[in-house]
């Protein structure tokens, strides 16, 4: 079962400081989402050292 | 320590990419140059990294500057206010001077709240100088005046550093990071920014708590956004300038 997150969806609203505008909050959904992506990357090994993401621009380690 | 990237942040990386260089191939490597050397840094933290207990920091690039302003400013921060004289802000009637009193003393409120060191520079002018030491213009201006314990630096040049013991008191109280804030813009402010930088503190400058008057060429307002612009990601090795507004800064 998908977990349920409404309670952590009204956290997130309470802690911000104001919400003046939607986008504001779209944008804080999608750092939140995106974070959590990172993490369950990261979790899954699923990452590279650095000095291989600059050579994939041929950039010098 | 060894950094990595997520795969979700190297795919932002290349989104980023893709899409600056469809204007300029130059800026879009260029970006991505300073995204990755910035987070190469992070490895070379030490201490401040090793509070997080973990050998590898995750990052994402779209979130950089969220992660960054809750975990950079730390304990060994203190609050530069460099040249802030009655001579500067009423007798060159500097630009916005009341709003940036305002700012520094909100910054000086947080500082103080967090038992930071506050340093203050202080420049002595030569005689017939608008700063000529001992004159009304030298004061230091009497909206932010020091407290009891504050730290006054006497200078003679554009560089806070140079033949003062600066350094050598940052060094006592274990600073290593400065927010820095004051006047005037080009001279004093950018030149102590970027001397920090190079002597290896990172810098915190305040977009809006440092101020500067007109020249021949540009406004004061353009002085101060193009510094604004300009000293943002200023770097050096591991140590880089950050550039936020007052509301923003923590200590």
């Known amino acids: 079962m998908e977990p349920d997150l409404k309670d952590e969806a009204k956290r997130l609203i309470d802690n911000m400081p104001r919400l003046t505008s939607w986008d504001e909050l779209m944008y804080e959904i999608y750092v939140r989402q995106t974070i959590e992506a990172g993490l369950a990357d990261s979790d899954a090994g699923r990452t590279e050292p650095v000095e291989v993401v600059r050579e994939r621009f041929n950039l010098p380690k | ?251």
């Not at chain 2, 809750?70 to 060994?76: A, H, S």
């Not at chain 2, 001579?87 to 930071?116: P, S, W």
């Not at chain 2, 314990?149 to 560089?159: E, H, M």
């Not at chain 2, 915190?204 to 101020?211: F, K, Q």
Request: charged letters at 25%.
């Open chain 2, 1 to 251: 320590m060894k950094v990595h990237w997520t795969d979700l942040a190297v795919k932002h990386l290349a989104d980023i990419h893709e899409y600056i260089a469809r204007t300029s191939p130059t800026y879009a490597l260029r970006m991505v140059d300073r995204l990755t050397r910035r987070s190469q840094h992070i490895g070379s933290f030490g201490t401040r990294a090793e509070s997080f207990q973990e050998r590898t920091i995750r990052i994402c690039a779209r979130c950089s500057k969220d992660h960054r302003n809750k975990g950079m400013v730390g304990e060994d921060t203190a609050l530069l206010v460099i040249d802030v004289q009655v001579g500067i802000i009423e007798g060159f009637r500097a630009h916005c001077g009341r709003e940036v009193l305002d700012q520094i003393n909100k910054l000086l409120a947080k500082a103080r709240t967090a038992n930071k060191p506050i340093i203050y520079v202080q420049h002595d002018g030569e005689a017939g100088h608008p700063l000529e030491v001992g004159t009304e213009g030298w004061r230091i201006h009497p909206e932010i005046k020091p407290n009891e314990g504050d730290l006054i630096i006497r200078k003679r040049a554009s560089d806070s550093f140079f033949e003062t013991t600066l350094q050598r008191e940052l060094e006592a109280r274990g600073v290593k990071h400065l927010t820095v804030t004051g006047c005037m813009t080009e001279y004093c402010v950018d030149t102590t920014a970027r001397r920090a930088i190079s002597l290896g503190y990172d810098v915190t400058l305040v977009s809006d708590a440092h101020t500067t008057i007109d020249n021949k060429l540009l406004t004061a307002a353009q002085i101060i956004a193009h510094h604004n612009a300009l000293l943002d990601g200023f770097d050096a090795g591991p140590h880089a300038v950050t550039v936020k507004p007052a509301d923003e800064v923590t200590f």
